[in-house]
């Protein structure tokens, strides 16, 4: 179900195969993560629409925020706007040959991001540059370190309701 700001409400993706869409070809991007268990975590940070914007400023199904998407070479020219509410976020300019009209209609283009995303969060946690709270699993941290970042991991277990949805959806994928 959608909400006012286009985005889905947590468990929404509940009863029908989000991973559907999933070429046949399809590799897991993770260490150690099997294909099934890889296509569970991305169902469950699937938050809205594949051409939606959400009112944080983040693009596609997953929310993929402009800062992040700028980290992948995505995005260019990053600015703090005020958004309806008083909220501060980030809009951007998408990096040829992109533009926000194509990433939105691009599925795979998001899940491709999103991939590279969980990928480069993996290897910093295993290298030591991002550390993994005890207990928390290793679906569990980068569903919160998509959500919201490094700032929001080392607050663990103090977060968002938006992005505890997403954890809980998230935590026992892998």
């Not at 980290?71 to 706007?81: F, H, N, S």
């Not at 949805?165 to 994928?173: H, I, L, Q, T």
Request: a positive charge; charged letters at 25%; aromatic letters at 8%.
């Amino acid at each position: 179900m959608m909400t006012s700001t286009g985005e889905r409400r947590a468990g929404a993706n509940m009863g029908r195969p989000a991973v559907a869409r999933f070429p046949s070809a399809m590799r897991c991007p993770l260490d150690g993560v099997s294909l099934s268990a890889w296509q569970r975590f991305v169902a469950a940070l699937e938050v809205q629409g594949v051409d939606a914007v959400s009112e944080r400023g983040g693009f596609g199904s997953y929310d993929l925020r402009p800062k992040r998407l700028r980290d992948l070479g995505y995005t260019t020219d990053l600015r703090r706007v005020r958004a309806r509410g008083g909220r501060q976020i980030y809009t951007c300019s998408f990096v040829a040959p992109w533009t926000q009209e194509r990433f939105l209609a691009d599925p795979l283009a998001q899940l491709g991001a999103l991939a590279q995303s969980m990928k480069l969060h993996q290897q910093d946690l295993r290298a030591g540059k991002i550390r993994l709270p005890d207990g928390l699993s290793l679906s569990g941290a980068l569903a919160i370190l998509h959500r919201g970042g490094r700032g929001a991991l080392a607050a663990w277990p103090d977060l968002f309701d938006h992005t505890r949805a997403v954890f809980e959806r998230a935590r026992g994928a892998f």
